[in-house]
């Protein structure tokens, strides 16, 4: 499997730390900076097992984070002050909050927009008036890389170890399953995440599967909601992409 995909439209170090801190309910002036650590090490490497293009500023907020964890872990200096001595995790946490500033006050932005569209969007044909009135009744939450990876760990705990004597083995390509993926999508609305995968049969298969939604996210093709924060990811087509030969198919 020969595929790399540069995650250019995906999160990047700072988010996923946000992540961390959010899914745990961590205080984020108070960071367990060990638990930390650990964790984002482990996407990490389930990262860079799935050949993604994290190698830059990934690695370099990991090694940030040891260094930190280096730090908490000696003594204090008898000669300072215990009130004197600076804290090694008050640099990421400015970071951290400051960033967190900046993705509100644009997701606030992001939202205005919104409305706005929807507002003339109204104004220009009523007829659909109806319809986003009871489309925007319907809360959801858009899933991110980490929600993505979170939802495939759990998937590959469920399969048994790949057989690695079989005589005849499946080949699958991202290509491949970008097509089934779509091909599902024509004969319904949306599939949840876990059903997608369930569909496998193989830890590769399902990591194929993992890339290929990723690429048509990339692409905008498909929109991958929650309903609730942290839960089940839905997987659909962006009505905005759908070419008029499919929606009568």
Do not use: C, W
Request: charged content about 35%; aromatic content about 6%.
């Amino acid at each position: 499997m020969s595929y790399k995909l540069r995650l250019d439209v995906f999160e990047g170090p700072l988010d996923l730390l946000l992540y961390l801190i959010k899914k745990d309910d961590i205080d984020i002036s108070n960071i367990p900076i060990a638990e930390i650590t650990d964790q984002y090490m482990k996407y990490i490497e389930m990262m860079q097992m799935l050949d993604l293009d994290v190698v830059g500023d990934f690695l370099v907020m990991a090694a940030t984070l040891m260094q930190i964890k280096s730090k908490m872990l000696l003594p204090p200096d008898p000669q300072v002050e215990e009130e004197e001595q600076e804290d090694p995790r008050d640099e990421l946490v400015r970071r951290l909050q400051e960033y967190k500033r900046f993705k509100e006050i644009a997701d606030a932005l992001q939202e205005k927009e919104i409305l706005r569209r929807d507002f003339f969007a109204r104004a220009a044909d009523e007829e659909l008036t109806d319809q986003i009135k009871n489309e925007a009744k319907e809360t959801f939450f858009e899933a991110n890389l980490f929600d993505l990876i979170n939802a495939l760990t759990e998937a590959l705990k469920k399969l048994p170890e790949d057989v690695i004597h079989e005589i005849v083995k499946d080949e699958f390509t991202v290509e491949r399953k970008i097509h089934d993926v779509l091909h599902v999508l024509l004969d319904r609305s949306s599939i949840l995440l876990k059903d997608l995968f369930g569909q496998s049969k193989s830890k590769i298969e399902v990591i194929v599967t993992f890339l290929a939604v990723l690429e048509l996210i990339r692409l905008k093709e498909i929109k991958v909601i929650q309903k609730q924060v942290f839960g089940d990811i839905e997987v659909l087509r962006h009505k905005e992409n759908i070419a008029p030969a499919e929606e009568m198919a």
